[in-house]
């Protein structure tokens, strides 16, 4: 795995297979690890215990948690609006009916402040070829927010020095990336993966369906 720079990563961290799987891999490769979790006023909400729960137990060097209050004010994401139903057959719609809009956009943005503010030249994000529907989990999303964060990075403006998204998952499936966190000893019945946000899962939405067939897998 190429990495220039393996002092310190800010991983994106919700708590579910991907970014935990990420965190572990971070924790692996880098000598400081933050983790960056969002309360978004997201109906799962609760994968922020669970995301909490395996920071801790990491023993990662800062869990930040934000909140984001202008989601709470945005219709038409079954994420967002309690009033739409979560799909509970795979996505038929491009982009899925579950898209928070810009989501990533926001997420990395944020995360980039604190990589200027913490000094990080990397920043982590477990997106993969199973997200393609979703328009800011493509290959090209992640080109052009990194330029875009190097545009207006103080790091790269005092250093001199390019702050990358580290997105390793892209072109991997969830049970690529499974297999990953196996070898790294993750315990996956610690994450939580749920678009209903219900204790236990639903077991119904897409989202339980896919962490069901990656497990198995």
């Known amino acids: 795995m190429l990495l220039e720079d393996r002092e310190k990563v800010l991983v994106l961290f919700s708590g579910g297979i991907d970014s935990t799987t990420l965190l572990y ?31 801790k137990e990491l023993k990662v060097k800062e869990h930040i948690v934000v909140e984001i209050p202008h989601y709470k004010l945005i219709k038409g994401s079954a994420l967002l609006d309690e009033s739409l139903e979560i799909p509970k057959e795979e ?6 009916v579950t898209t928070v809009p810009a989501r990533n956009l926001v997420f990395l943005s944020i995360a980039s402040s604190f990589a200027d503010a913490y000094s990080i030249k990397t920043i982590g994000i477990g997106v993969h070829a199973l997200d393609v529907p979703y328009p800011d989990c493509r290959p090209e999303f992640i080109s052009a927010i990194e330029s875009a964060i190097n545009c207006s990075s103080l790091l790269t403006a005092r ?49 339980c369906k896919q962490r069901e067939e990656a497990l198995k897998a």
């Open 159 to 207: 250093e001199k020095v390019r702050v990358r998204v580290w997105a390793p998952f892209l072109g991997m499936t969830k049970k690529d990336i499974v297999k990953i966190g196996r070898e790294l000893g993750i315990d996956y019945s610690k994450t939580y993966s749920c678009y209903m946000g219900t204790e236990p899962p639903c077991g119904e939405c897409p989202t």
């Open 25 to 55: 891999l971070a924790k692996k490769y880098f000598k400081e690890v933050y983790a960056l979790s969002f309360d978004y006023g997201q109906r799962h909400r609760v994968e922020l215990k669970y995301a909490k729960e395996i920071a």
């Open 91 to 96: 996505y038929k719609d491009e982009p899925p």
